[in-house]
């Protein structure tokens, strides 16, 4: 795959009239594709990003559930006797680490889904910034190439 920096350091040979047209399309081709697959990568990555976002959400239901839930069991087991009341402090008990854990869970997976991102993103700006340095040097080249023709 290239790289910004090929792109960066590529150097055409020089024609009586310039460059190569068919090595400057050849390197062109090139970076369309680099660029597309950069493209499409960026777009699953976005897809990812919003099934995790999905994923928190259906945690957080989850999670109020289990709030609701102990709310509920709390109030039951005021009601019972003593041994009924202590295997509902076990359940509640049981529930609340599963909570915590589902929580700490999902609280991971946002950190890392927002590493990703992050990783994506800086990537992606320094291939633009590189892409649009080279951009703007080729059409600086041609300008003053066109210029010696005037």
């Known amino acids: 795959m290239i790289t910004p920096l090929d792109i ?3 150097e055409f040979k020089r024609a009586l009239r310039g460059f190569k047209e068919e090595e400057v399309d050849e390197f062109l081709d090139e970076v369309k594709e ?3 697959k950069l493209y499409k990568e960026n777009i699953e990555l976005k897809d990812k990003l919003s099934m995790m976002t999905e994923q ?3 945690y957080k ?3 109020e559930t289990l709030k609701n839930t102990l709310i509920v069991a709390q109030n039951t087991a ?3 006797n003593t041994n009924a009341g202590k295997k509902a402090q076990l359940v509640i008990e049981e529930a609340e680490f599963k909570a ?3 929580i ?3 609280n991971n997976q946002v950190i890392d889904i927002r590493k990703e991102y992050e990783e994506t993103r800086k990537s992606f700006k320094l291939f633009k910034g590189k892409f649009k340095g080279l951009l703007q040097n080729e059409i600086k080249i041609i300008d003053e190439t066109f210029d010696d023709i005037d």
């Open 34 to 36: 680099d660029f597309e």
């Open 61 to 63: 239901n989850i999670e």
């Open 104 to 106: 700490e869970e999902a």
């Open 100 to 102: 915590r854990k589902l």
């Open 78 to 80: 005021e009601e019972v």
């Open 56 to 58: 928190i959400n259906k």
């Open 8 to 10: 960066e350091n590529k």
